[in-house]
Nanobody, 124 residues
Framework: QVQLVESGGGLVQAGGSLRLSCAASGRTFSTYAMGWFRQAPGKEREFVAAISRSSGSTRYADSVKGRFTISRDNAKNTVYLQMNSLEPEDTAVYYC?????????????????WGQGTRVTVSS
């Protein structure tokens, strides 16, 4: 089992940057694929980015490609989401998720561990 705690959210102006972090408990972090999802008010939770257990593969939603970068440090049990060129449409609560798999899941249903979320607000 793994517990996830996100941090790094906040208020930023359009065009700015933020880096989200997700710290995981447990000794087996390196066996988990990790993902970031977000949920805007009144909308479904949607996929943002995912990374394989070894960082060899990444996946991104089309809406964030070229602006967001997912990375991980298995020695620190942490996954990151670097968000650049932020837009008001990126405003949401961001969640990290984990799944013990060699694949790189991109859907909510494939993940079985979730953090509590961190709020990102982008002002225009």
């Amino acid at each position: 089992q793994v517990q996830l705690v996100e941090s790094g959210g906040g208020l930023v102006q359009a065009g700015g940057s933020l880096r989200l972090s997700c710290a995981a408990s447990g000794r087996t972090f390196s066996t988990y694929a990790m993902g970031w999802f977000r949920q805007a008010p009144g909308k479904e939770r949607e996929f943002v980015a995912a990374i394989s257990r070894s960082s060899g593969s990444t996946r991104y939603a089309d809406s964030v490609k070229g602006r967001f970068t997912i990375s991980r440090d298995n020695a620190k049990n942490t996954v990151y989401l670097q968000m650049n060129s932020l837009e008001p449409e990126d405003t949401a609560v961001y969640y990290c998720a984990a799944r013990n798999t060699v694949m790189v899941p991109t859907t909510r249903q494939e993940y079985n561990y979730w953090g509590q979320g961190t709020r990102v607000t982008v002002s225009s």
